[in-house]
C-alpha cells in the first residue's frame, strides 16, 4: 500500500479541521478578532437577524463543521467547508476585505483538496511497458482492488 498521501491527507485534516473549530468557538469571545467587522453590510441588510446573532450561527456551522473534518465524516466536513468558503470569501469581498477573501477562496481550494484526496483508496497499481519501434507499449498493468474511475475495461482479464 502506497502510504505517500497519509502526511499531506493529515495535515489538511487536522489543519482544516482545528481552523473551522477553533474559529467557529471565538465567534462567540471574539479573541481572536472582532468578527462582526468581517460582516459585509450588503448581505447584512439581507439577513432575517441581527448581525450578532448571525455570527453565533456562522459559529455553531463552523464548529460542526470542524469536528466533522475531524471525525468520521471528514468527506462530508470537507466539501461543506469548501463551499462555505466561498461564500465567506463573496462576503468578505462585499466588505472590501479582498486580501482575506482571495486567502479564503485558497483555503477552499484545500478542502476541496481534502474531500479529494479523502476520496482515493491507497491501492497497489503496478505497470510493465516495453520499449517498441513505435514507442512505447503497455504490457501488463495489475492493480488490487478498485476505485473512483479506475473500473477495468471490458476486455480486461482477471487472473
Not at 486580501?99 to 497497489?124: G, M, N, P, Q, Y
Not at 492493480?143 to 479506475?150: P, Q, T, Y
Request: proline fraction near 5%; charged fraction near 15%; include cysteine.
Amino acid at each position: 500500500m502506497d502510504t505517500r498521501l497519509d502526511s499531506p491527507y493529515l495535515a489538511l485534516r487536522y489543519g482544516i479541521g482545528l481552523m473551522a473549530t477553533l474559529a467557529g468557538l471565538d465567534k462567540f469571545f471574539n479573541l481572536l478578532t472582532d468578527w462582526g467587522m468581517y460582516l459585509s453590510p450588503t448581505v447584512a441588510t439581507l439577513l432575517p437577524v441581527s448581525p450578532s446573532a448571525a455570527m453565533a450561527v456562522v459559529g455553531i456551522v463552523e464548529v460542526c463543521v470542524g469536528l466533522a473534518i475531524l471525525s468520521a465524516w471528514t468527506r462530508y466536513g470537507a466539501l461543506v467547508a469548501s463551499v462555505w468558503l466561498l461564500a465567506v470569501a463573496g462576503n468578505l469581498a462585499l466588505a472590501g476585505f479582498l486580501d482575506v477573501a482571495v486567502r479564503d477562496v485558497v483555503l477552499s481550494i484545500a478542502a476541496f483538496t481534502l474531500v479529494w484526496t479523502h476520496s482515493i483508496e491507497k491501492i497497489d497499481w503496478q505497470e510493465d511497458w516495453r520499449i517498441t519501434p513505435q514507442g512505447l507499449e503497455l504490457v501488463q498493468a495489475r492493480v488490487k482492488g478498485s476505485g473512483a474511475g479506475m473500473e477495468p475495461p471490458p476486455e480486461a482479464r482477471l487472473r
